[in-house]
């Protein structure tokens, strides 16, 4: 049912909403932390569980649990991955990009910030990133983006390639969340369009996502909708699953926002 809300109520929800964004805002860090320094270090051996190599067009998908971390590296050249992510202990749990950029006051997610779930706990801390440029609103290609893009072309999307995905997790597309597309410079004009804005890549970037739940994770390498090359190239991308080193006690991602605080400490009642 539809309530018609009086303009007192409005303004004072408005004030209200002004009053909290001010508290989040001097709270929070006045920019990010610079990007993680080229090339990318090498991991310890001993820290490595798993690497894998997403071929362009394909997908990966595998079982994260807490304190481990995500390499994803364009060692091969520049393409856009696109990340999805489950709890992996109930999966109606799942990655939530509105909440992301709401409670961080942000769209420019970068070394330092984190991604949220949709019932407030923190998913990700990232805690390297040499790009900082990723796109958390626009969404993966679909077959009909990459059939308008690529005409005449045979190729692969991401909307299909994590249905394919959920699929072999016991899930199926409505239980597949907004992507958070890694490696790719959207911006936002004035008038709420997306535009692609600069180079995909500083040459071989990689970002690390540090796993602050158990989670089941999903990967696609396919071009962005408004990646400009006519060309439909997507190159392969490395992956490492390793043991991140431990949290230390100011660990920025724990503790850059109030809305960050607060996540963490619902994270620890399920985790209790």
Same mark, same amino acid.
């Given at each position: ?6 303009a007192?109520?409005i303004?004072?929800?408005?004030q ?6 001010k508290k989040?805002?001097? !709270?929070?860090p ?5 990007a993680s320094?080229?090339?990318? +270090? ?5 820290a ?14 595998t079982?994260?649990k ?5 390499r994803?590296d364009q ?5 856009t ?5 489950w709890?992996?202990a ?7 990009l509105?909440?992301?950029?709401k409670v961080q ?12 779930s949709?019932m ?26 990459n059939a #308008? ?9 991401t ?25 790719? +410079? ?11 804005r ?7 970037d ?18 962005h909708p408004?990646?400009?090359n006519?060309?439909? #190239? +997507?190159? +392969?991308?490395?992956v490492?699953? !390793?043991r991140?080193?431990a ?5 920025l ?15 620890a009642?399920?985790?209790?």
């Amino acid at each position: 049912m539809h309530v018609r809300r009086s303009a007192e109520e409005i303004a004072a929800n408005r004030q209200r909403y002004e009053e909290h964004q001010k508290k989040g805002l001097e !709270f929070a860090p006045k920019a990010l932390p610079s990007a993680s320094a080229l090339p990318a +270090p090498a991991i310890q051996p001993s820290a490595i569980i798993h690497q894998e190599t997403i071929p362009g067009g394909w997908y990966w998908w595998t079982l994260l649990k807490r304190g481990e971390a995500l390499r994803i590296d364009q060692q091969d050249g520049a393409s856009t991955v696109a990340l999805i992510a489950w709890n992996a202990a109930d999966t109606s749990e799942r990655l939530n990009l509105v909440d992301t950029v709401k409670v961080q006051w942000t769209t420019a997610l970068g070394k330092g910030r984190v991604i949220f779930s949709d019932m407030g706990r923190v998913m990700f801390s990232m805690i390297e990133d040499s790009s900082g440029a990723h796109d958390c609103l626009m969404g993966g290609s679909t077959a009909a983006s990459n059939a #308008a893009r690529y005409p005449g072309a045979k190729t692969r999307n991401t909307r299909d390639n994590f249905i394919l995905a959920a699929g072999k997790l016991g899930l199926d597309r409505r239980d597949i969340p907004a992507v958070l597309n890694l490696f790719a +410079p959207v911006q936002i004009d004035d008038a709420g369009g997306f535009h692609w804005r600069g180079k995909p890549s500083n040459g071989a970037d990689y970002a690390e996502l540090r796993a602050e739940m158990d989670m089941l994770a999903g990967l696609s390498n396919c071009p962005h909708p408004l990646d400009p090359n006519p060309v439909y #190239a +997507p190159a +392969p991308v490395a992956v490492t699953r !390793f043991r991140a080193a431990a949290r230390a006690a100011d660990d920025l991602a724990r503790t850059a926002t109030a809305e960050a605080v607060r996540g963490f400490e619902n994270n620890a009642m399920m985790q209790a």
